[in-house]
């Protein structure tokens, strides 16, 4: 009897191990095929934008395009380093034409000097200038602020004309890269003797691939260009405000 039981317990014990068995292996077939199916889906999957734009570049050609790519690289330096320039240049003229008031009225000109000293960007450099020529007269420090308002006026614009030339350099390359795409493709129908699709489908790839990324570039570099000019135009307001306050000031304080 005790043999019987311990021979069924062991026929039970080995038909559960193979039943677990036969699960796990079909529980791991199950994994393995979702795994296949997940890498064939992702192998189909359309490819992301960077890597569409990476692909469309060098298709385009490393000539043009990499002078095109010099153009946008180029241009956004000169962008960004033009506006932490304006930005950094920004004044509260309301505040430095208050503060410029108080100090003449209780410490003189060396207290306002002073003061536009400690203040960062052109206004308070013109505004230093003339205060500097107000022993000589209010026409003398008139005449000091408006030609330092020139000077302050060109460092704002400097390097600025740099980027219109990129923003026409770079539709100008694409232009010519369809040209010469254009050109190269009726070569090979000339060469084939045969108009045949295949054969001009690479040069006008070619060419129009060109053209897309010089017109990008050069609206990327626009948008720059613009903000860029509209920050100058305010700063200048500004400083023409802030100059025609100064003078004021300065003839009130002279009486």
Same mark, same amino acid.
């Given at each position: 009897m005790k043999k019987l039981f311990f021979a069924l317990v062991i026929g =039970? /014990?080995? @038909? $559960?191990s193979n039943s677990l068995i036969a699960n796990t292996i079909s529980i791991n077939n199950i994994e393995n095929n979702? /795994? &296949?199916q997940d890498i064939e889906e992702e192998s189909t999957e359309a490819p992301s934008f960077t890597q569409e734009l990476k692909n469309r570049f060098i298709e385009g050609?490393?000539?043009f395009m990499g002078i095109v790519l010099i153009c946008l690289i180029l241009g956004l330096a000169i962008a960004i380093e033009r506006i932490i320039f304006l930005n950094l240049a920004t004044t509260n003229t309301e505040k430095l034409t208050s503060g410029i008031e108080e100090a003449l009225s209780s410490g003189g000109v060396d207290a306002a000097k002073e003061l536009c000293r400690n203040t960062k960007g052109p206004v308070a450099s013109i505004f230093y200038?003339? $205060?500097?020529? @107000?022993? !000589?007269? +209010? !026409? =003398?420090? !008139?005449?000091a602020v408006v030609a330092y308002g020139g +000077?302050? @006026?060109g460092q704002l614009e400097k390097n600025v004309s740099w980027i219109s030339l990129f923003i026409a350099l770079a539709p100008m390359l694409g232009f010519m890269g369809t040209v010469i795409g254009m050109i190269q493709a009726f070569d090979k129908i000339e060469a084939a003797g045969d108009m045949q699709p295949s054969l001009v489908a690479g040069g006008i790839k070619v060419a129009l691939l060109t053209t897309v990324f010089g017109l990008v570039v050069? &609206? &990327?570099?626009q948008v720059f260009y613009n903000y860029i000019v509209a920050k100058i135009d305010s700063i200048v307001n500004d400083m023409e405000d802030a100059s /025609?306050? $100064?003078i004021d000031i300065l003839v009130a304080n002279k009486k």
């Open positions: =039970s /014990i080995f @038909m $559960l979702t /795994i &296949i050609g490393p000539g200038q003339g $205060l500097d020529r @107000m022993n !000589e007269g +209010v !026409e =003398s420090a !008139e005449k +000077v302050q @006026m050069a &609206i &990327i570099l /025609i306050t $100064l």
